[in-house]
């Protein structure tokens, strides 16, 4: 190798750069376990606040038709 011919010893190289790597893919996959928790936090909020709205929304609209027929 080149590096080997200038004086420079490979092992140790390749040994840094393999905890590098090993270090990045950790983190990625910690990076990718909580955007999958996100997002599935994210789906179970948005269906709570869709199966709360419908209830509100038939009340509002049974308040509309009373109001109609008393002429409020």
Do not use: Y
């Not at 893919?25 to 996100?38: C, H, M, P, Y």
């Not at 997002?39 to 509309?64: D, E, G, I, V």
């Amino acid at each position: 190798m080149c590096l080997s011919n200038v004086g420079l010893e490979v092992g140790p190289i390749i040994v840094g750069a393999g905890v590098i790597g090993l270090a990045v893919g950790f983190r990625a996959q910690t990076l990718v376990k909580d955007l999958i928790t996100g997002f599935l936090l994210f789906l179970r909020t948005n269906q709570t606040r869709r199966s709360l709205k419908k209830p509100f929304m038939l009340f509002r609209h049974a308040l509309s038709q009373r109001c109609r027929r008393c002429s409020c």
